[in-house]
């Protein structure tokens, strides 16, 4: 069984930056792509941003160039280094792991996910 736990959400006024983490406890294939996905109220969850095992990366157009996702196998961690953020990235963070690229389909049990809320 593979959990994950998101963590480094908060409040940040607009303009500021975030840190998030997801520890994963457990074995992914090293076949699948980790992603971070967000879900907006109202919305549906979505892929902002991935990393394959050799480091290829994707960001959503929404994120490009303010986001930085990175993963450290040796800890299991996944990263997301969110700079500029907008009122509008508002929405909890999840990370997941699964086939296809660069939006994989999400195969392991949801943690709990990161709310980010970004405003004055």
């Known amino acids: 069984q593979v959990d994950l736990v998101e963590s480094g959400g908060g409040l940040v006024q607009p303009g500021g930056s975030l840190n998030l983490s997801c520890a994963v406890s457990?074995?992914?294939?090293?076949?699948?792509?980790m992603a971070w996905y967000r879900q907006l109220p109202g919305k549906e969850r979505e892929v902002v941003a991935s990393?394959?095992?050799?480091?290829?990366?994707y960001y959503s157009d929404s994120v490009k160039g303010r986001f930085t996702v990175s993963r450290d196998n040796a800890k299991n961690i996944l990263y997301l280094k969110m700079n500029t953020l907008k009122p509008e990235d508002t929405a909890k963070y999840y990370c997941?792991?699964?086939?296809?690229?660069?939006?994989?389909?999400?195969?392991?049990?949801w943690g709990q996910g990161t709310q980010v809320t970004v405003s004055l």
């Open positions: 990393i394959r095992n050799g480091g290829s990366t």
């Open positions: 997941n792991a699964g086939p296809g690229w660069p939006k994989p389909s999400a195969l392991i049990f």
């Open positions: 457990g074995n992914i294939s090293p076949f699948y792509a």
